[in-house]
T-cell receptor, first 115, second 115 residues
């Protein structure tokens, strides 16, 4: 079974609107971390936001927030007030520190912000 | 500032040749990883290391090898390059804290073309 599933290969959003990128995960470990990375067309991987499995509050970093629904095993990224510079690939990832300590990545969502 | 660097950034080689991609990090991280990125597959783990002289196979390790002789470096070797290994390769590192937090730090990527 896939550890991380991103079901939206491509998304479009109007500039200044909010957009939600979906991510579901699969783990039986009680301790895990969830991450989102941005990859612009230049190719580098940029860390955006982190959510721990024991965190009570949803993580926020500026215009990024993570909608963490533990029972549903989802960790959706919400980008508010989209900007043209948000056009990029977005990857969801999970780390299981007590199960090999590896990072598992989804296949990514390509976001295009329309002016 | 600490960083992680990859070289070469771009390489074209011929089928059957041996190729080595270098990865050097100054974060003093114990954990180092090699991923390949292909359209539709996201990032797939090739090999990883949790410390000096430790190496482990990831999900797509066939045709690749790594060695870890010091903390800073994890070179990736393609013993006999194949066209199927044309890809973008990312090296990454993370702290080994036993916690779920602690993101992956990525190199800039190495684009390899096998003709």
């Amino acid at each position: 079974a896939q550890k991380i599933t991103q079901t939206q290969p491509g998304m479009f959003v109007q500039e200044k609107e909010a957009v939600t990128l979906d991510c579901t995960y699969d783990t039986s470990d009680p301790s895990y971390g969830l991450f989102w990375y941005k990859q612009p067309s230049s190719g580098e991987m940029i860390f955006l936001i982190y959510q721990g499995s024991y965190d009570q509050q949803n993580a926020t970093e500026g215009r990024y927030s993570l909608n963490f629904q533990k029972a549903r095993k989802s960790a959706n990224l919400v980008i508010s007030a989209s900007q043209l510079g948000d056009s990029a690939m977005y990857f969801c990832a999970m780390r299981e520190p007590f199960n090999g300590n590896q990072f598992y990545f989804g296949t990514g969502t390509s976001l295009t912000v329309i002016p | 500032d600490a960083e992680i660097t990859q070289s070469p950034r771009h390489k074209i080689t011929e089928t059957g040749r041996q190729v080595t991609l270098a990865c050097h990090q100054t974060w003093n991280h114990n954990n180092m990883f090699w991923y390949r990125q292909d359209l539709g597959h996201g990032l797939r783990l090739i090999h990883y290391s949790y410390g000096v002289h430790d190496t482990n196979k990831g999900e797509v390790s066939d045709g690749y090898s790594v060695s870890r002789s010091n903390t800073e470096d994890l070179p990736l070797t393609l013993e006999s390059a194949a066209s199927s290994q044309t890809s973008v390769y990312f090296c990454a590192s993370s702290e080994n804290s036993g916690r779920a937090s602690g993101e992956l730090f990525f190199g800039e990527g190495s684009r390899l073309t096998v003709l």
